[in-house]
């Protein structure tokens, strides 16, 4: 079971569906989409609460920003859908090497690549693509769209995004919360909460808003 019908459950159906799972159906706060399909085929159940009522199936929360996902969860916990409820996708052709380990409720869709000792938290939605080196640390709810490229060493904070294409050097620290914007290339630690983008990558100026 999806929560949230947009385009990351679409994307998570068929990585799912690819891998041989089998996908229910998601579920969405909008009533005006219960009993619809969510892309022409993906049918939209009905809301959260009816994860309650299907305790057999195992979970997982597509939206596409991770503060979105943290305050699902948070809600869901509260409607009784514990830890054990989630489940990670891994698209199939993806390969996770004996050393690196994906944790529950996290999505990796088509391409990515994992070499040697990555870790990659709960919640974390990982873009086609993505390709993430040795000693890499991706921290729970944290999203990296479409190819983005991880340096050795790099951290990755709680709920961190990293917009398509964007790079980090090795030994670097992204900050919990904080946004590098796509095309990205960050040289030096970003701190927490900060917007940052362009090569080398700076704080933006104007009034950039996280996506
Ligand atoms: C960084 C980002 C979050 C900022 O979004 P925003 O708040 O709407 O920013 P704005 O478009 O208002 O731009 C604010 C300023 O930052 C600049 N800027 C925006 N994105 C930038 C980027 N990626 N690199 C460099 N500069 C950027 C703009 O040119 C503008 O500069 P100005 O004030 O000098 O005119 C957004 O541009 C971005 O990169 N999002 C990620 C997109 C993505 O990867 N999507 C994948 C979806 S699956």
Do not use: I, N
């Amino acid at each position: 079971m999806l929560v949230a019908a947009g385009g990351l459950a679409l994307e998570t159906a068929e990585a799912a569906r690819a891998g041989g799972l089998s996908v229910e159906g998601c579920v969405d706060d909008d009533e005006g989409r219960w009993g619809t399909l969510a892309g022409g085929w993906l049918e939209v159940l009905g809301g959260l609460d009816l994860l309650a009522v299907r305790p057999d199936s195992p979970v997982v929360v597509c939206a596409g920003h991770g503060r979105v996902r943290e305050r699902l969860v948070r809600r869901l916990r509260a409607l009784g859908v514990g830890p054990e409820r989630y489940t990670s996708v891994v698209h199939p052709s993806v390969d996770v090497p004996q050393s690196c380990s994906v944790g529950p409720g996290s999505v990796l869709l088509a391409g990515v690549v994992l070499t040697a000792s990555v870790t990659v938290g709960r919640h974390v939605v990982v873009m086609p693509h993505v390709t993430l080196t040795h000693d890499d640390v991706v921290d729970d709810f944290a999203t990296l769209c479409a190819g983005v490229r991880l340096g050795g060493g790099v951290h990755v904070g709680r709920g961190a995004y990293l917009g398509m294409a964007s790079s980090v050097r090795e030994k670097s620290t992204v900050g919990e919360g904080a946004t590098l914007g796509m095309g990205g290339a960050l040289l030096t630690d970003l701190p927490a909460d900060e917007v940052w983008g362009g090569v080398p990558a700076r704080p933006l100026t104007g009034t950039p808003r996280h996506p």
